[in-house]
């Protein structure tokens, strides 16, 4: 069994080299900051992940959660840990100085959150969830609730939750049927929600629901849905929490994995109906609730960044250490990282980390120049790339950590499918990351749909000019030149499939929606691929030449995914082209 080791040196290098943190130190919200302060927070949150939460990684999956009396009971130790989270500021990591947060930049939030989750996720679905419930309150709360929760939220006295499911209203949240009723300055809400995480636990003093539900007189579909929020406890005059509201949690779902964490069922209004609060306007929840979701979709991509790293950290361990078969010129049996197969798990799994964890912090800083750059050009061009690449960092790397979790399982043999080595923990925990948050077949179909088409492809041609701009340096050295093959045939295929979506997609309704995953994972692939380029660029230029070996490295790991993964781009183009007839032409029977 291995403990969690932080992968600083491959997070630092990203932070430095591709999350514009030059560019992001310079702005006013970040000017308390420079680079040897981000270098030691990261550093700071991988020994928390590594020494108070990996160890209740594997107790978490064992013992789980339980419900007693209406209320969630954490596994042994989440609690005391949690103090620990709160107390050290880890919450505040990236809130507003406003609100007495850090206020660190974007890569540096990343590259914390990947070391906790990789830890720990089943725990740090709650830290996670908490900062999308503030992000949805600072966006939409008038001044006074905002104050009134955002500070208690930040400093973690209070988590938050995100209650959207319903059993009929899943993917499709237009139906949902919680009820609020207006009475006085609040409202009374009742109905029930499924499958909540942290929908309730008993490691913080306060839990603030974010709530779906519909006015009695609200039109039908996504135009009759309003945001709310419910407090666990109700507050008193002081702003601290005072009477039980009526929202409880009568029972928790048994699950194939993150079985440290709570996945609830929630009745709220079983009795008087739960108080509640509109956040934003009345029938615009739903805009609120994109804002907290938005958030959480790049929080969940880290998740398969992070997953997949742990992963790949067992799986290096058992290579090195099982011995198994003989080698050409080696005596006797040899460790199983001397066969090529092996090898060729590992870096597949090793250089899809890299490329996901580097388009990952590469995103985190563009959200940064879209919030806080002084520039509108800028402003305007990070909004427009984050916006693009959301569904494409909540999608890919949660799909490939099904693929590296499962190699990782098969590096281990036999002993991957049997629990006590760990790596089969790591495949359950992973299978969720696809599933919430919109499902990867959401997500593509606002890929396909409102990032490309609806602007006619704009957003994605500057993505594509981008790419193709770093063209004339890779072509300067020849230690990059096959990277600089692989990405010019990768970007063209990402381009010519975009422009038959373009022309193709308003022909026939179900085009869009049968290409939409294979391209999305075409961009994927393709983003991967170019902050890969980069990063050779990068060390070709003189980065990281204090440390050769890691230098060498990482020019060794883009060449592999140059030859290994960039060429699934094509076959994913020719899928995504072949269009919807084939798809859609089989008769249900047939099935
Ligand atoms: C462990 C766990 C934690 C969760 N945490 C939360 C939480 O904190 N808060 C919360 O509100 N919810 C939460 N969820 C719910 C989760 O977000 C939903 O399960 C998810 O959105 C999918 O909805 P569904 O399960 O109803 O599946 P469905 O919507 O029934 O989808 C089933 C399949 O059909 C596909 N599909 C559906 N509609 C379309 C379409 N229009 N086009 C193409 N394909 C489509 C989907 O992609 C999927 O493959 C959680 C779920 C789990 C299991």
């Not at 850090?102 to 890569?107: A, D, L, R, T, Y």
């Not at 069922?265 to 994109?290: H, P, Q, R, T």
């Not at 958030?295 to 997949?308: E, F, N, P, T, Y």
């Not at 983003?527 to 060794?556: C, H, T, Y």
Request: some cysteine; aromatic content about 6%.
């Amino acid at each position: 069994m291995t403990d969690y080791v932080q992968p600083l040196k491959d997070m630092l290098f990203n932070i430095h080299e591709l999350s514009a943190l030059d560019r992001v130190l310079q702005l006013e919200r970040f000017a308390d900051f420079d680079k040897d302060v981000v270098d030691q927070v990261v550093e700071e949150a991988g020994k928390f992940a590594a020494e108070v939460l990996s160890p209740l990684n594997i107790p978490g999956d064992e013992i789980g959660c339980k419900v007693v009396d209406n209320g969630v009971v954490a596994p042994p130790g989440f609690a005391e840990a949690y103090g620990q989270f709160v107390e050290n500021g880890w919450q505040s990591l990236e809130v507003s100085p406003e609100f007495d947060g850090m206020g660190m930049p974007g890569g540096a939030g990343a590259a914390a959150g990947e070391a906790w989750q990789s830890a720990n996720m089943s725990f740090m679905l709650a830290p996670m969830l908490t900062n999308g419930a503030m992000y949805a309150i600072d966006a939409h709360g008038s001044d006074e609730i905002r104050s009134t929760y955002i500070p208690k939220m930040a400093n973690g006295a209070w988590t938050g939750t995100m209650n959207l499911t319903e059993s009929q209203a899943g993917s499709d949240l237009s139906v949902v049927t919680t009820r609020a009723v207006p009475e006085g300055d609040h409202y009374r809400i009742s109905g029930s929600k499924i499958f909540i995480t942290w929908g309730d636990q008993d490691f913080s003093e306060n839990i603030i629901h974010l709530v779906l539900a519909r006015l009695p007189d609200a039109p039908d579909g996504v135009r009759g849905i309003s945001l709310f929020i419910v407090p666990k406890f109700l507050l008193n005059d002081d702003g601290s929490a005072g009477e039980r509201n009526d929202v409880y949690t009568p029972s928790i779902e048994h699950k194939l994995g993150v079985h440290g964490s709570a996945t609830c069922v929630m009745s709220f209004g079983e009795n008087d109906g739960a108080i509640g609060y509109l956040l934003g306007e009345e029938n615009k929840g739903l805009a609120g609730m994109f804002t907290m979701m938005n958030h959480a979709r790049l929080g969940v991509g880290l998740q398969g960044v992070a997953i997949s790293d742990r992963a790949y950290q067992l799986a290096r361990s058992h290579a090195l250490d099982r011995k198994q078969g003989g080698a050409p010129g080696e005596k006797g049996s040899v460790t199983i990282i001397h066969h090529p197969d092996v090898r060729r798990m590992l870096l597949v799994m090793k250089s899809q980390i890299e490329a996901m964890r580097a388009a990952a912090y590469y995103t985190a800083g563009q959200q940064d120049l879209a919030m806080y750059s002084d520039n509108d050009e800028e402003r305007a061009a990070a909004l427009s790339r984050v916006a693009l690449l959301t569904p494409v960092i909540k999608t890919w790397p949660t799909e490939l950590a099904q693929e590296i979790t499962s190699l990782g399982v098969q590096i281990h043999g036999g002993m991957g499918f049997v629990e006590e080595t760990g790596a089969a923990q790591h495949m359950r925990d992973a299978r969720i990351l696809p599933i919430y948050e919109g499902t990867t077949g959401i997500q593509a179909l606002d890929f396909v749909g409102r990032k490309i088409m609806a602007d006619e492809g704009k957003a994605m041609g500057d993505l594509i000019a981008d790419i193709r701009s770093l063209d004339l340096g890779l072509a300067v050295d020849e230690r990059t030149a096959e990277i600089r093959v692989a990405l010019i045939d990768g970007v063209d295929q990402m381009g010519s499939a975009t422009t038959w979506l373009i022309e193709q997609g308003p022909l026939d309704p179900n085009t869009a929606g049968s290409a939409s995953v294979n391209l999305l994972m075409l961009a994927g692939i393709v983003v991967g691929g170019w902050q890969m380029a980069r990063a050779a660029l990068a060390i070709v230029n003189g980065a990281s030449s204090d440390d050769p070996s890691f230098a060498e490295a990482k020019l060794q790991t883009v060449r592999f995914y140059a030859q290994h993964i960039m060429p699934r781009a094509r076959g994913l183009a020719d899928a995504a082209m072949a269009g919807a007839e084939t798809v859609m032409g089989m008769p249900e029977e047939s099935f």
